[in-house]
């Protein structure tokens, strides 16, 4: 595990905490990649997909390796192999309406596999810190239970992801 950013937003302004173990030389060209970035994609996603401000969240964000990463899609993702973005809800739609409005509600996991991801931004010539918050963009909304297998989920949640990057000074373009 490369990093680890442990967020809870109370009301989208509280305090959040980051550690970064010894792997650090990892994310060395990512030096935007901190508590206040994160916090400003996280925010802005969890306000344009309609949460309400006043609820606090948890979730957790692990930048981890390709062999991490294999094996979580090998387990639970759509295919094989190492990918860019995994996101793990820990409660369903449901269980949050239902979720006492006086604890923070927990969201999940969202997963980047790291050298999968400075490999998309050499290949295909992304701007790195676009290229970052449009997949934080895209993990926070699968904890929201947005989807992109049908058509026309696909197409509600890439005019989403679209607004937001672009709400946020971000270029945005499907891979």
Not at 98 to 108: A, D, S
Not at 111 to 138: D, S
Not at 146 to 175: F, S
Request: glycine letters at 6%; a negative charge; hydrophobic letters at 40%.
């Amino acid at each position: 595990m490369v990093l680890f950013i442990g967020i809870f937003l109370a009301n989208l302004n509280s305090v959040l905490h980051l550690t970064l173990n010894s792997r650090k030389d990892l994310v060395g060209y990512c030096d935007f990649l901190d508590q206040s970035f994160v916090k400003k994609i996280v925010s802005s996603v969890l306000l344009k997909a309609g949460h309400k401000a006043y609820r606090e969240v948890y979730l957790e964000v692990l930048l981890i390796s390709d062999e991490e990463m294999e094996y979580y899609t090998r387990c639970y993702g759509p295919e094989p192999g190492p990918t860019n973005v995994l996101s793990f809800p820990l409660l369903s739609v449901e269980e949050n309406i239902n979720f006492p409005k006086n604890v923070p509600l927990p969201l999940g996991s969202i997963l980047l596999g790291f050298p999968y991801i400075t490999q998309e931004i050499k290949e295909y010539n992304f701007l790195p810190e676009a290229h970052m918050a449009r997949l934080l963009v895209h993990g926070t909304l699968h904890l929201l239970e947005y989807d992109h297998v049908e058509q026309k989920e696909r197409h509600v949640m890439e005019t989403l992801e679209a607004n937001i990057c672009t709400h946020l000074g971000y270029d945005w373009r499907p891979l």
